[in-house]
């Protein structure tokens, strides 16, 4: 497994994936998810180009940040985050991804007041309608975004999806134009201040190309680039 060369594999398919879709590469950003790795793995992928890592677990966030591990890069967090740990994660990352309820809301908005910050983040939407799976369904949405609007420490950037494990290419096209109309229509319905809603993040090892061919500004990549995980670990949530 040679990571760097990972790395400039999976650029390289997001920049022809962009292109076939008459879109600019850099409008694509490739955040790394880096659940399980180590420290000096996280480092590598640095190292090799990757500027954004995105992280499921608050006591793997905590570890890393506490050995500098993400130095040279920003971090997102795009795990499910139970309320009580919002502590450990709103501030000291630039976007959180999966927000997904209005109590989760509200104690990101509460925390982001008390460090007298504004906490970017995502709203995270069950598109395919998974028991199993974070996310509020697509009816909820429109609540949920108008909700994330009126609080004063939350900046709403957009929405992100995790749809099933795609084994058949193209599998989840329709999902993730769904999401494209989605944020659409939020911006579009509610937004005063939309011009700062421009991300859509979807799109993972198996399916990323398709998830940029239907918008996504953020794709979240580990196992193309860090190679198969240990099966017990692999789970997104
Ligand atoms: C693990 C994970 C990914 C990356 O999955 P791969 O299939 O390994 O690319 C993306 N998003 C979330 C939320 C994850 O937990």
Do not use: W
């Amino acid at each position: 497994m040679d990571l760097s060369q990972n790395v400039k594999t999976v650029q390289e398919k997001i920049a022809a994936a962009a292109l076939a879709a008459g879109r600019d590469p850099a409008g694509v950003t490739l955040c790394a998810a880096t659940k399980v790795q180590s420290d000096e793995a996280i480092r590598a992928a640095i190292a090799a180009g990757i500027r954004v890592c995105g992280e499921n677990r608050v006591q793997e966030l905590t570890a890393h940040l506490e050995t500098d591990a993400y130095a040279g890069a920003e971090v997102h967090f795009i795990g499910h985050l139970q309320t009580n740990k919002v502590r450990q994660v709103v501030g000291r990352v630039s976007l959180i991804h999966s927000v997904d309820s209005e109590r989760l809301l509200r104690a990101i908005d509460g925390q982001a007041e008390k460090l007298g910050i504004v906490q970017d983040i995502l709203l995270e939407v069950n598109a395919a309608r998974e028991e199993s799976k974070g996310g509020i369904p697509p009816e909820g949405l429109p609540g949920l975004a108008e909700l994330a609007l009126s609080c004063p420490h939350i900046r709403l950037r957009g929405l992100m999806a995790i749809p099933p494990v795609s084994t058949v290419p193209g599998a989840n096209r329709k999902y993730f134009a769904q999401m494209r109309h989605f944020l659409v229509d939020i911006i579009e319905k509610m937004s005063d201040n939309y011009s700062v809603m421009d991300c859509l993040s979807m799109g993972m090892s198996g399916d990323y190309e398709d998830a940029i061919a239907e918008g996504a500004t953020l794709i979240r990549v580990g196992t193309a680039l860090f190679g198969p995980r240990p099966p017990a670990a692999g789970t997104a949530h």
